[in-house]
């Protein structure tokens, strides 16, 4: 069984080694120190199981165990954990595997024998109940065979097309297979919907304008990746679009 | 400190110190009070109100200073004599001083002749002083009762928030430095045992720290050592830099302190970076007056000042309060992309 190992302290990924190294049915194949190396490594390595730390800079382990789950090979997910009580109780309720640090051999070997794929909903369920934000920092899309990670703060819009949903970002333009709906729940904090099948990102937008024929529309500050037409203001959603706008 | 001294007066004693000039200040005062209730629920239409403002003054003043100099005299008995034998003993003392008062008044009254000075038969005056002062002075003492006890709570609160922020490593802190420590066992064990080492003697700090107020060098070792366990565990992404050239070894500072403002910067700074930063810490001296700030980088993003990290926070503010009234001062700055906590309060070198 490969083993990926993620944890942004050294000496607790080393930790982890060293009680692998005398388990022969593992093999620790790669180590990462955060989230988005975790990912491409899972990519490349296609680990069976990543031990994940949860409490790591930029991508947390719950946000990386999300992205990993939308992996082809969707790697098992064992987490890692010094002290999170509420994390805990949620692993404990929904069977999830995980071990505390400082990391025991015996509860180590039973973790890993039972660790097992998570889906979306238990993840979510998870960050709810350790209050962790649920919102993702990153979107995972894949283009061309790779795996790209696009910060949500360099999103522009996500805009739903028959089965995709395309996501405008400032450096350039990504297809991602999931609902819009979802994205607007998650995101509602810092996007805004202003068309059944858009939302914008509060930030981007400079201004509305009434369109020749009496419509109104968003302007955005940086109006070099995505054209002005696509973003008319549906009647529906006007309202709220005003309402948010004056709240920045 | 009040906080200290409370651990060594027994729990019963609600008396203040009736041989203090304020105390009798407020003992005449209550009394003229008292007089002056009592006479004009009294006074008749052909008396002057000035006139028997003054005869019921001069009876419940005699009574109030000599009831002052008795509760003085008895104060150190009644502290040891535990709750319901002191509140009867004082009771009775004041009592039997009244009615001694009460007839003294009587029979100075009869000497000299002027009847009309009490208006009354020697039993229904003497009866009449026992019910009043009994109904006085057990009000007093109820009062006082319930104001000591009052005080005490407040006192015992502040005790326990200091207890609590003394217990407070965080519990994330102490797994994370076991499991390094379990890791270096193989890796480094000479580290691993200077872990161990630096690891007892924070908790020790921390443990002992019923003591109020510690030197500076005390703890800023504190905070060293902390420093040294979190650097083994971060690597090059912790980097602290101490500019306290100025700071006065030996001046006092509430204990724990630094250290755990310190622990915030990492936990809420330094941890959330992918690549670290720099913790600042900076001392001044001013005449009178020392101002330490602990600075961190702020990840972009992220919520700032969560739970743990108010709650430190309020922490100290109360223990700066505590120890200094309105002469310290604790501030957060969080604009731009670092956080910093300013600790001001009066330079104090101690008695060496």
Same mark, same amino acid.
């Given at each position: 069984m490969k083993v990926v190992v993620v944890d942004d302290e050294q000496p607790a990924r080393d930790r982890l080694k060293q009680l692998l190294d005398d388990e022969p049915e593992y093999q620790v194949v790669g180590e990462a120190a955060n989230g988005q190396e975790a990912i491409k490594l899972a990519v490349d390595l296609q680990p069976d199981i990543v031990l994940l730390d949860i409490r790591m800079p930029g991508m947390d382990g719950i946000e990386t165990a999300h992205h990993l789950n939308g992996l082809e090979n969707a790697p098992a997910i064992v987490f890692t954990t010094a002290y999170d009580e509420y994390a805990i109780d949620a692993f404990d309720v929904r069977a999830i595997g995980y071990v505390l640090k400082p990391v025991r051999r015996s509860r180590l070997s039973a973790a890993l024998q039972q660790a097992s794929r998570l889906a979306p909903s238990v993840l979510a369920t998870v960050a709810q109940a350790a209050k962790i934000s649920a919102e993702r920092k990153y979107i995972c899309a894949r283009s061309h065979g790779e795996l790209k990670l696009i910060p949500v703060t360099d999103i522009i819009c996500f805009r739903a097309e028959q089965k995709y949903v395309v996501v405008d970002h400032n450096g350039g333009q990504v297809l991602i297979d999931e609902p819009l709906k979802a994205l607007a729940i998650e995101f509602d904090e810092t996007f805004v919907r202003i068309h059944r099948s858009v939302l914008v990102a509060i930030d981007c937008i400079l201004r509305l304008e009434k369109t020749a024929d009496g419509k109104s529309r968003i302007v955005l500050r940086d109006t070099s990746q995505v054209d002005d037409k696509e973003l008319i203001i549906s009647r529906r959603h006007l309202a709220e679009v005003r309402r948010r706008l004056k709240g920045v | 400190m009040a906080a200290t001294k409370s651990n060594n007066e027994p729990t019963q004693v609600y008396l203040p110190d009736f041989c203090s000039a304020g105390a009798l200040l407020i003992i005449v005062l209550v009394a003229e009070l008292i007089a002056i209730a009592l006479t004009l629920a009294s006074y008749g239409p052909d008396q002057s109100f000035l006139i028997e403002l003054s005869k019921i003054s001069f009876l419940i003043l005699w009574i109030a200073l000599l009831g002052t100099a008795l509760m003085c005299q008895l104060r150190s008995f009644l502290e040891t004599a535990g709750q319901t034998r002191a509140f009867v003993i004082a009771f009775i003392a004041l009592e039997l001083m009244c009615l001694v008062v009460a007839e003294g008044a009587w029979q100075l009254t009869r000497v000299y002749g002027e009847s009309l000075i009490i208006n009354d038969l020697h039993s229904v005056f003497i009866l009449r002083t026992f019910a009043i002062s009994s109904i006085v002075i057990a009000l007093a003492m109820r009062y006082l009762y319930i104001s000591s006890q009052w005080r005490r709570s407040i006192v015992l609160e502040a005790q326990a928030r200091i207890s609590a922020l003394q217990a407070l490593i965080r519990p994330h802190f102490l797994f994370n430095s076991m499991n390094t420590i379990a890791s270096l066992t193989r890796t480094d064990p000479a580290q691993a045992e200077e872990a161990v080492e630096d690891l007892s003697d924070l908790l020790r700090a921390n443990l002992s720290g019923s003591a109020n107020q510690s030197s500076l060098k005390q703890e800023l070792e504190t905070a060293a050592i902390y420093q040294r366990i979190e650097k083994l565990r971060l690597g090059d992404r912790l980097a602290v830099r101490w %500019?306290? %050239?100025?700071?006065?070894?030996?001046a006092r500072i509430p204990s724990l302190t630094i250290q755990p403002l310190l622990e915030n910067a990492i936990y809420h700074g330094i941890e959330l970076l992918p690549d670290g930063g720099e913790v600042l810490v900076t001392g001044k001296k001013s005449d009178e007056y020392l101002e330490i700030s602990i600075s961190n980088p702020v990840a972009v993003g992220e919520k700032r000042s969560t739970g743990g990290n108010q709650m430190a926070m309020s922490n100290i503010q109360q223990r700066f309060e505590l120890a200094y009234g309105n002469k310290a001062s604790v501030k957060i700055n969080d604009a731009g992309d670092r956080f910093t906590v300013t600790l001001r309060f009066p330079l104090d070198e101690g008695h060496a």
């Open positions: - | %500019d306290i %050239d100025q700071l006065p070894m030996r």
